[in-house]
């Protein structure tokens, strides 16, 4: 099991993430502290072997950001319907069914649509040799996934419930035993909150949910 040490504090006065955010800084609608807090928390995982996984990369900024400090020794996988958010449900709440309808707010990036060529172009600045970008709507391409090992850092940022359930159901199981599972909607969204919850206690795990360094960033460590 890795072991997950002192947080530096101040991201602000860490040059290296700030040039990592400024690179792929019009391929990511993650904010500046949390863009960092996602580097520093993989930073510890760059001796773990295995692939990385982003479900829900919109324009790949963040995938791309996370070959920098986690190297091209290996895979990255990229999942997005490139053609935005499904619709939100109920289970989603009032927040997400409100945001969907809201066309006109800054935070609505055209329901999170990017063309795949956004995606491409992200990784082709980054340090990644071996990628593989799937299109398509989770359920349908990740029950099909080809992935011949197992995964090191697991991030999920598709918003919904059954987009979060179906990231848990079909990736889970492939994570490395103690692997990270980085949840960037927890903090933000009721229907992923509520999804990772089902998930776990559906299979009985006995996983605890952590906040990374004080900021918007949950993950979990893979447990059995
Ligand atoms: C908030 S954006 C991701 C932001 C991105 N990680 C970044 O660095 O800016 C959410 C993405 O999830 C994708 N998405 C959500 N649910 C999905 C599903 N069920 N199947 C495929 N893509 C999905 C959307 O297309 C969108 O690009």
Redesign the pocket.
């Known amino acids: 099991m890795f072991s997950i040490s002192d947080a530096v504090q101040n991201y602000s006065k860490n040059t290296r993430y700030k040039r990592i955010y400024q690179k792929?800084q019009n391929?990511?609608?993650?904010p500046f502290e949390n863009?960092a807090a996602n580097l520093e928390l993989c930073e510890k995982f760059k001796e773990m072997q295995g692939c990385v996984i982003?479900?829900?990369?919109?324009?790949?900024?963040?995938?791309a950001?996370m070959t920098e400090v986690l190297g091209n020794e290996r895979t990255y996988y990229l999942?997005?319907?490139?053609?935005?958010?499904?619709d939100a449900k109920e289970i989603d709440g009032k927040e997400a069914l409100q945001w969907q309808k809201d066309k006109n707010a800054p935070n609505y990036?055209n329901?999170?649509?990017?063309e795949i060529e956004f995606a491409q172009e992200a990784m082709s600045l980054s340090k990644a040799d071996k990628v593989e970008i799937i299109k398509?709507?989770?359920?349908?391409?990740l029950p099909s996934a080809t992935i011949n090992e197992p995964i090191a850092v697991l991030?999920l940022?598709?918003?919904?419930y059954?987009?979060?359930m179906?990231?848990m159901e079909n990736l889970y199981p492939k994570v490395i035993e103690g692997g990270l599972v980085l949840m960037?909607?927890y903090y933000f969204w009721d229907g992923f909150s509520k999804a990772i919850h089902d998930y776990l206690s559906k299979n009985k795990l006995p996983v605890r949910i952590s906040q990374w360094n004080n900021s918007n960033l949950y993950y979990l460590l893979k447990k059995s």
């Open positions: 792929y391929y990511t609608m993650i863009f982003e479900c829900g990369v919109w324009r790949g900024g963040m995938s950001a999942f997005d319907s490139f053609e935005g958010l499904p990036f329901n999170c649509t990017a398509g709507w989770f359920n349908e391409t991030r940022d598709g918003d919904w059954d987009s979060t179906d990231c960037d909607d």
